[in-house]
């Protein structure tokens, strides 16, 4: 079978790529493309052979695209003016702009790719940008499934619940069940039991609604929901995805003043734990919403360190919470969470803040390399039709 030709758009740190490989689809990245200097450094040092394109897709003409001869598009257009909790800009967001330009540029390629794969966050399925991309692929001749899927489906313990859109063009058409369908198809969907995704407000309103809290502003209801994540035994304990080699870890340790001032909103977790919440660019940087903290001394309990914590001097406070030796999860843990393998490193002179950011910013590549699988017997049946076309 020929290698398809890939063409990555919004390529990141490479997430996508990663994916492909994963999914031993044989294929090729034609062309990178990505405007962001530090993500295209990180591309570079991880596949320096795959021609990368330090460009606007914006400034790229059809006649750039035309050239590059695609059979396949897997993309990540700009999420922000999607997220729930951001301004939901959606089409009239600068940053929808160069996806815009795409979905004028499909109908007038001289070949259109036979494939596309989309990913974006929750909240790209009721939104403007979505319409008009389904638009242009029914004009377009393509069929499309849409899915809503979290890596907790696959047995990874942490919540990234994402949009995700295959599409493809005859031969063969798709007959999935529903229209977005949330999980795999043939698996079964735990991200019904997922704590809620960075949302704060959607927390706020539960608390509202029942009632008591137990400890570290958490309701009884919060507490049972992360219990029950726990005991999922399909999902494989944090611990599998810590770093060995402890050496370092005191950078990522908590400071007292954050410590003081955001012990209360933390997500924390145990590395025995089978669940931890999405891991945001912002991780590291801001506390509340980020992404989980591990509690590495797990000698103490968490409860009892949290019961009454706000009674206390702000000397006792920290001598209580300095106990739990939280720490931020290292990048190469999330990393590990994302799905990257071993071999992929960042430059040296990237920083620890910056790391956090591209990967705050990428995939889970399990998620994505299954989604590419599910196409495996299509891309058959279209390398053997262009075979007979040729
Ligand atoms: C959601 S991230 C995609 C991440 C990627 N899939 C990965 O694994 O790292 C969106 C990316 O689009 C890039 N980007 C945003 N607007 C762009 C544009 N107009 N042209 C090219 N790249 C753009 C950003 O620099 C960012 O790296």
């Known amino acids: 079978m020929e290698p398809l030709r890939v063409l990555e758009l919004y390529s990141g740190i490479g997430g996508m790529h990663y994916a492909l490989k994963e999914s031993s689809v044989p294929a090729e990245v034609v062309a990178a493309v990505d405007v962001n200097t530090t993500a295209n450094e990180i591309y570079k040092h991880n596949f320096p052979n795959t021609p990368l394109l330090p460009k606007t897709i914006e400034g790229m003409t059809l006649h750039d695209f035309d050239k590059l001869n695609f059979d396949v598009i897997l993309m990540s257009p700009p999420c922000q003016p999607f997220t729930r909790i951001g301004l939901q800009g959606d089409v009239a967001d600068p940053r929808t702009k160069s996806f815009l330009y795409i979905l004028e540029l499909l109908p007038r390629l001289s070949k259109r790719p036979c494939f596309i794969l989309l990913e974006n966050v929750k909240g790209f399925e009721t939104s403007a940008a979505r319409d008009a991309l389904l638009k242009t692929l029914r004009e ?225 590549i399990h998620v994505v390399s299954h989604l590419i699988l599910s196409l495996k017997w299509f891309i058959q049946l279209y390398s053997m039709s262009s075979k007979v076309i040729k």
């Not at 039991?193 to 008591?212: D, I, M």
């Open 140 to 364: 377009c001749d393509y069929s499309f499934q849409e899915f809503l899927i979290s890596p907790t489906s696959l047995g990874i313990p942490n919540s990234r619940l994402r949009y995700f859109l295959i599409a493809k063009r005859p031969p063969g058409s798709f007959s999935f069940p529903t229209s977005i369908m949330e999980g795999f198809p043939m698996c079964e969907s735990p991200d019904s039991l997922a704590v809620p995704h960075n949302n704060p407000t959607s927390s706020e309103c539960e608390r509202e609604k029942s009632g008591t809290i137990i400890f570290k502003l958490e309701t009884e209801q919060e507490l049972g929901r992360k219990r029950i994540q726990d005991s999922r035994e399909t999902v494989r304990r944090l611990q599998d995805f810590l770093q060995e080699d402890k050496e370092d870890m005191d950078q990522y340790l908590l400071p007292p003043k954050t410590l003081l001032r955001y012990a209360l909103l933390m997500d924390v977790v145990q590395p025995s734990c089978r669940r931890s919440v999405c891991f945001t660019k912002g991780y590291g940087h801001y506390v509340e919403g980020t992404g989980s903290v591990l509690q590495s001394c797990v000698d103490v309990e968490l409860e009892t360190v949290f019961k009454n914590l706000e009674l206390l001097s702000e000397e006792d406070k920290l001598k209580q919470l300095l106990q739990l030796k939280l720490r931020y999860f290292t990048p190469r843990e999330i990393a590990n969470l994302m799905g990257f393998p071993a071999d992929f490193t960042f430059p040296k002179h990237i920083s620890v803040k910056q790391q956090y950011r591209v990967l705050g910013n990428s995939l889970n």
